[in-house]
Structures are given as structure tokens and as C-alpha cells.
């Protein structure tokens, strides 16, 4: 989600109670834990009043709690990119992406100086991926369209220059973003950051080896065509995220959404797929690893 959109983040109410703890642990594999705490500064604030470290560290306690033990914090713009990477350097919980938001490269938030960042924050040995960078013909118009191309392929061109994933963020814009792709080369390990397509482009998209991280909006009532599109996915091919503090998944729609609450989607995965839950996390597990590389250790596993 871009800063830009981080105002209307969904905040009615109080936040939803934890679910029951999984069986066995499995990852958050998109969070923008600086919303989840508090807004993030207004442009041209710099790196001042992002939140305060024991609150970020009481949310990340709290998803370990109940089976998240792993998130990836991802950024959305030179400040929160910066941050995120923080945040990873310094909590063993934590990997990191960075990137500029197509929304934001619709609002000309892009130059070759914010480019020279985000590769510099990639060459961190906790920064995993390049995300979410991508197409979005929802909240930009017509005019910002070339913009959010010429950055996405950037985006590409640094994740594979420094052999690390790429994050894709896809609204409504399924075949522009695949004939990127298709001209520049995908990375070796690509996301589409809270699928949103159908069962046909699921399909087209498991052909070329992409992975599918499915957020809150797989329980939604609405949403048959995503269901249908991760009962078709490969269970190797699957990752389950927040994309906190947005898409709450049911039975809190509409609530402030928190890595804690990533159990409900993954219960909701497990059922629509027949698969025993510890069995899903397990799987869940191994691919984040080998999409983002091990927690543990500074050296990405990509086996």
C-alpha cells in the first residue's frame, strides 16, 4: 500500500483478539508494521517520527505468539524502505523489502536519485526482496501510467542485479505486468503480493513459477474467484501474508488488520485445499525461505 493510501488505512474499531496459535509456525510475508503501530510521517519529514521500537517489537511479539514467528516489513518509498531495512538490521524476526510504490511513481515520486537508494538498501544482507513495486491502474490514471512502467522496470533490472526477489504489487493490471515481465526478464523468485486475479491468470502465473501470496481477501464472501485461484496453486508456490494494516480476513473485515491475525487465513488455505494445517505451515515455511532467504542467518537460502 502506498504512503499516499496509508491515511484511509482501515482503523474502525478495536483491533481483533489473536487467534488460536497455529500448530506450526508459519510467516507473514507482507507487513507495513509502520502503519500498524502508527502513521507514517508526512513527505519531507525525513527519517523522523516513525514509531517507537518497543511498540513495533510488542506487535512482532505478539504474531510470534500465535505461530508468526517470521514477517517481511516491507517499504513503499525511499523513508519507509530505509526503515524497514532498520527495522530487519536490528530484529532477527524481520526481513526486509524495499522499493517506490507504483502509486507513488504515479505522483512523479521517482528519479534516479530514489532509484540509487533503493539499490544501495538492497545490497543489505537483510533486505531480501524488491517490493512492492509493480502496476496500478486503480488508484493512478492514464497519465501516471508510463511512469509506473518505466519504475517497475527499474525495480526488475535491481532485484536482478543484486539476485534477491521481487515483490509485485498487481491492481488491475494482470497483462501489462506479465508482458513486463515477459521483456525484461522475471527475477528467479517472484511474488504477486496479494493476489488478486482469477483462476485463469493463477494458472498462467504458476506456469512461469511465479509464487502467489494470498492475503485476508481469500475469506472474503466475495471472493470465489480467489479461492479458485489458490485451490489450483501448488502448494510450493503459495505464501500467505496481512498486508497489515489492510484486508483484515474474516471474521474482522473491515478492522485494523495485524500480523497476529494471519492464522485466520491460513486456517481458511488449509480447509479450501484439504490439507492438514500443520502440513500447510510447514509447506508455507519452506516457501518463504526459499523465496526470501533463511531468518536466522545473514546469507539468503535459496535452495
Known sequence: MSRSASSRANRRGEPPPSPEPLPSPAVDSHTHLDIVVGERPA??????GWPPAN???AEIAAAAAVGIPRLVQVGVDVP???????????????????????NEAGEGRVDDEALAEIDRLAA??????????????????????????????????????????????????????LQVLEDEGAPERTVFHCFSGDADFARRCVERG??????????????????????????????VET????????????????????????????????????ELCHALTTTAQRVFGTWEDDAPEVS
Open 43 to 48: 513527505h519531507g519529514a525525513g527519517d523522523e
Open 55 to 57: 511498540e513495533v517489537d
Open 80 to 102: 519507509s524502505s530505509r526503515w524497514s531495512a532498520d527495522l530487519a538490521a536490528r530484529h532477527p524476526a524481520v526481513l526486509a523489502a524495499v522499493a517506490i510504490h507504483p
Open 124 to 177: 543489505l544482507p537483510r533486505v531480501r526482496a524488491i517490493g512492492e513495486t509493480g502496476l496500478d491502474r486503480f488508484r493512478t490514471g492514464p497519465e501516471g501510467w508510463a511512469a509506473q512502467e518505466e519504475s517497475f522496470r527499474a525495480h526488475i533490472r535491481i532485484a536482478k542485479d543484486h539476485g534477491i526477489a521481487l515483490v509485485i504489487h498487481d491492481r488491475d493490471a494482470h497483462e501489462e505486468i
Open 210 to 239: 511465479y509464487v502467489l501470496s494470498f492475503a485476508g481477501t481469500l475469506t472474503f464472501g466475495n471472493a470465489g474467484y480467489l479461492r479458485e485461484a489458490a485451490a489450483l496453486t501448488p502448494v510450493g508456490q503459495l505464501l
Open 243 to 278: 498486508d497489515a494494516p489492510f484486508l483484515t480476513p474474516m471474521p474482522y473485515r473491515g478492522r485494523p488488520n495485524t500480523s497476529r491475525l494471519v492464522p485466520y487465513t491460513v486456517r481458511a488455505l488449509a480447509e479450501l485445499k484439504d490439507i492438514d494445517l500443520a
